[in-house]
């Protein structure tokens, strides 16, 4: 194997299968970075057994062939050269890599023993613009768990209908829900749960894309977007019957401005410390909405801001981070909150735009 390649695009190639990469395996070949030059491009191919990744990359191609490098020694040379083109040679076991006047020597691993990428036969296959699809992880992936003893909990369901697409995220505390629309409607409907964290890495190596495409694959996902191809398993289990858990009715519904809710939130949880709650006091007769903490011995704070309130007067306390988390991935200038009572969930949902069910457990507040 022979090639030159700029250091841009390396560096931009070894960015993207980086996620492959095992860090916890005690088979070396699961921590390399599978280069082989083919037919005027480089592939670059990666694997920790639950998630392969493929990117491929113009180059000058010498001399095909493939090897394994080590994939952090591998990525941290070419990060350390300037810019300028790179300089690719296999010979036997080791890569000599080149750049002006500085080379390296890396000893491989026997491109032959690293796992096969995977093949796939697609039973659905979805295309979405990439800025919808980056949209809506972006207003669920906040709310996955952290939690491995409920492994279902910890990925996202992406449920395929027709050409709606859905995306939900619970972590039993609350529950995120975005929706929109495919360009071309799906052959068959699909429910798909996807690891939460790689659903977000995808999401953040597609800046400057046009269209990601869905494929369902016995028990494999396949996302796929310019030269680059993400495989990750399934997580296999029932995602629980988030529709269910939806109010159907409520006692007070709010419209108010979304950037002064957010500011208003974030001063007043300053002085909510711990595991302190923050009241939000809805008031149709003064038609605002107040916002206040108390954390004994330390401070108290409260804030109002107007809204539009039809309904019951209702006290009800949250977890001042979700409710951040919620309102940081509302798109439209004005947000819906809908409640029933100081024990039930409070819902928050996008007026008009694109459509975000967000909806958090209440925290019991002192009356």
Request: glycine letters at 4%; proline letters at 4%; hydrophobic letters at 40%.
């Amino acid at each position: 194997m022979k090639l030159t390649i700029e250091k841009g695009l390396l560096l931009q190639s070894l960015s993207i299968v980086a996620k492959g990469m095992s860090s916890r395996s005690t088979l070396p070949i699961l921590s390399g970075i599978h280069i082989e030059a083919s037919e005027g491009a480089v592939i670059f191919r990666t694997t920790d057994l639950e998630v392969s990744i493929q990117h491929k990359a113009p180059s000058l191609i010498e001399k095909e062939g493939a090897t394994v490098v080590p994939g952090k020694l591998f990525s941290d040379i070419i990060r350390s050269f300037p810019e300028a083109a790179i300089y690719l040679e296999a010979i036997d076991n080791f890569l000599i890599v080149k750049c002006l006047e500085s080379e390296f020597k890396i000893h491989c691993l026997n491109p032959s023993d690293f796992p096969l990428f995977p093949q796939f036969d697609s039973k659905v296959t979805a295309v979405i613009p990439a800025g919808t699809f980056s949209s809506m992880v972006k207003k669920v992936v906040k709310a996955v768990s952290k939690d491995e003893s409920r492994a279902v909990l910890t990925g996202v369901l992406i449920k395929l209908n027709g050409i709606d697409i859905q995306m939900v995220a619970t972590d039993s505390y609350r529950m995120a829900i975005a929706k929109s629309q495919l360009e071309k409607a799906v052959d068959q409907d699909a429910n798909l749960i996807v690891p939460g964290d790689i659903l977000d890495e995808i999401r953040r190596l597609m800046s400057n894309q046009k269209e990601l495409t869905i494929s369902d694959s016995e028990n494999q996902v396949i996302f796929s977007f310019e030269e680059t191809t993400f495989i990750t398993r399934k997580i296999e289990g029932s995602y629980p019957n988030f529709e269910a858990i939806v109010p159907t009715e409520k006692n007070v519904s709010a419209t108010c401005d979304t950037a002064a809710l957010t500011e208003a939130v974030r001063r007043v949880s300053i002085t909510a410390q711990a595991h302190t709650p923050i009241r939000f006091s809805i008031d149709p007769e003064i038609q605002n909405i107040e916002i206040s903490s108390k954390t004994q011995d330390v401070a108290l704070s409260h804030e109002k801001i107007s809204a539009q309130i039809n309904g019951d007067t209702i006290d009800i306390g949250f977890n001042p981070q979700y409710i951040i988390d919620g309102l940081s991935v509302v798109d439209t200038d004005e947000v819906l909150i809908e409640a029933q009572s100081s024990l039930k969930p409070g819902i928050f949902k996008s007026v008009d735009g694109d459509y975000f069910f967000y909806l958090t457990m209440p925290v019991r507040i002192d009356i």
